[in-house]
């Protein structure tokens, strides 16, 4: 997979792809991340990307014209399966859309500032607009490593045990049940005896039984739908 993700802010995405998941995903060749500076289509001798939006609101936008050209400058190198936006009124980015965004392989990650970007460049080259909750961060770069960390760590290759992804929350509509690791008792706290029989079966009821509990108790939305 490649991902190609345009910013205005290019460090503050430098280190999110620089540990953990994403890092070893990049230095085993499961996937290409290249954080391109919107200012290198910038306009005149300041590269200016911004100005003020018509209609008198507060606020800058970042203008129709660079965005364009990065854009179409990547789209002549390649194919891209998905022009993103990260915006606070997009679809909201969750499990299943996390899993269909990881079986592409090019898509361009485009970060917002300011007040937003021009809208015809999401009327026009945008394919897809995400939104990670229903609230308003100062630009998309954040939401961006976000959603770059949940699609990298589903890549295969990405974890050394690609069944750990699969059992994560969500993947099955359910919350996780509890994990533990040892010692077995600390602090007079004990791991509950299941993960200790030994017996595979048991402790998959247990954990069945612990994510629908987790799940009515902490999430209840996710039955309903």
């Not at 179409?72 to 969750?94: H, K, M, N, W």
């Not at 021009?118 to 961060?137: F, P, Q």
Request: charged content about 20%; aromatic content about 8%.
């Amino acid at each position: 997979m490649r991902l190609d993700i345009i910013t205005v802010l290019p460090d503050l995405l430098a280190s999110p792809m620089q540990h953990s998941i994403v890092s070893r995903a990049q230095k085993k060749g499961v996937v290409e991340i290249f954080i391109h500076d919107l200012r290198q289509f910038g306009i005149g001798n300041y590269r200016k990307v911004d100005d003020y939006g018509f209609g008198g609101d507060a606020g800058m936008v970042l203008m129709v014209e660079p965005l364009y050209n990065m854009v179409t400058t990547l789209q002549q190198e390649r194919s891209y399966d998905e022009v993103i936006y990260l915006a606070p009124d997009g679809e909201l980015f969750d499990q299943p859309m996390a899993n269909q965004l990881s079986c592409l392989q090019n898509i361009i990650l485009l970060c917002g500032h300011y007040k937003g970007i021009d809208h015809r460049i999401r009327e026009h080259v945008v394919t897809k607009e995400i939104s990670i909750g229903n609230y308003v961060l100062s630009g998309g770069e954040l939401a961006a490593a976000v959603v770059t960390d949940a699609i990298v760590r589903l890549l295969p290759g990405a974890i050394s045990d690609e069944t750990s992804a699969l059992s994560d929350s969500f993947q099955d509509g359910l919350l996780a049940p509890p994990v533990y690791s040892r010692p077995a008792e600390f602090n007079g706290w004990r791991v509950p005896d299941v993960l200790l029989s030994g017996n595979p079966k048991l402790i998959k009821t247990w954990q069945d039984e612990q994510a629908l509990e987790r799940t009515k108790m902490l999430r209840p939305d996710l039955l309903d739908s």
